[in-house]
Nanobody
Framework: QVQLVESGGGLVQPGGSLRLSCVVSGSISSINDMGWYRQAPGKQRELVAHIISGGDTNYADSVKGRFTISRDNAKNTAYLQMNSLKPEDTAVYYC?????????????????WGQGTQVTVSS
């Protein structure tokens, strides 16, 4: 079984910063790409940032220059550094990963989601 657990959310004032973490645990053989998504009330879930195993990244236009995604492969952990936060960044942030479990064939990756962490940007 594989689990993704996010942490680091909270309440922050506009212009502030937060750092989210996502730890992947379980019977892991390898982790391919990882991503952070968010869902605001009444809106669809959207991709915020994405990183592949080699380190290449891409970002939603709305967060470019403010958010940075990174990963520590030795710790099976992804991070999202969020700076210059705006009220419109308020949402539940979810971690996503494609994981190959121990004993699976080399091409057999399954997609997993974390439970989400709330980020609220308000004065």
């Amino acid at each position: 079984q594989v689990q993704l657990v996010e942490s680091g959310g909270g309440l922050v004032q506009p212009g502030g910063s937060l750092r989210l973490s996502c730890v992947v645990s379980g019977s892991i053989s390898s982790i391919n790409d990882m991503g952070w998504y968010r869902q605001a009330p009444g809106k669809q879930r959207e991709l915020v940032a994405h990183i592949i195993s080699g380190g290449d990244t891409n970002y939603a236009d709305s967060v470019k220059g403010r958010f940075t995604i990174s990963r520590d492969n030795a710790k099976n952990t992804a991070y999202l550094q969020m700076n210059s936060l705006k009220p419109e960044d308020t949402a539940v942030y979810y971690c996503n990963a494609n994981v190959r479990q121990t004993g699976s064939r080399w091409y057999n990756y399954n997609n997993y989601w974390g439970q989400g962490t709330q980020v609220t940007v308000s004065s």
